[in-house]
């Protein structure tokens, strides 16, 4: 069982950054992928970013890709996304998951979710 706790949204200007964190409970969080996902109202969770277990692999979204890096920390049971040059369309409740099979684009594969962080992009 894996709980994890987002943080770190908040409303931010077009252009703007910020980075959200996501805490992981227990000893094993080195076994699990993660990934980010977000949901805008009205509209199906997205997928955002992915990581494997060892950090080496990272898989970006088309719509974020040269703007969030999404890293980990293995040691302090943290995946953090960077998130610069925001856009009003990143506006969501962006989530943090883990996956104990592989890093993945595909929601339908992962095991454990957090609550959610708003992140608010005003124009």
């Known amino acids: 069982q894996v709980q994890l706790v987002e943080s770190g949204g908040g409303l931010v200007q077009a252009g703007g950054s910020l980075r959200l964190s996501c805490a992981a409970s227990?000893?094993?969080?080195?076994?699990?992928?993660m990934g980010w996902f977000r949901q805008a109202p009205g509209k199906e969770r997205e997928f955002v970013s992915t990581?494997?277990?060892?950090?080496?692999?990272?898989y970006y979204a088309d719509s974020v890709k040269g703007r969030f890096t999404i890293a980990r920390d293995n040691a302090l049971n943290t995946v953090y996304l960077q998130m610069n040059s925001l856009k009003p369309e990143d506006t969501a409740v962006y989530y943090c998951?883990?996956?104990?099979?592989?890093?993945?684009?595909?929601?339908?594969?992962?095991?454990?979710w957090g609550q959610g962080t708003q992140v608010t992009v005003s124009s």
């Open positions: 990581i494997s277990k060892s950090g080496i692999t990272t």
């Open positions: 998951a883990a996956n104990k099979r592989s890093w993945s684009p595909d929601k339908q594969l992962y095991d454990y």
């Open positions: 227990g000893r094993t969080f080195s076994s699990y992928a």
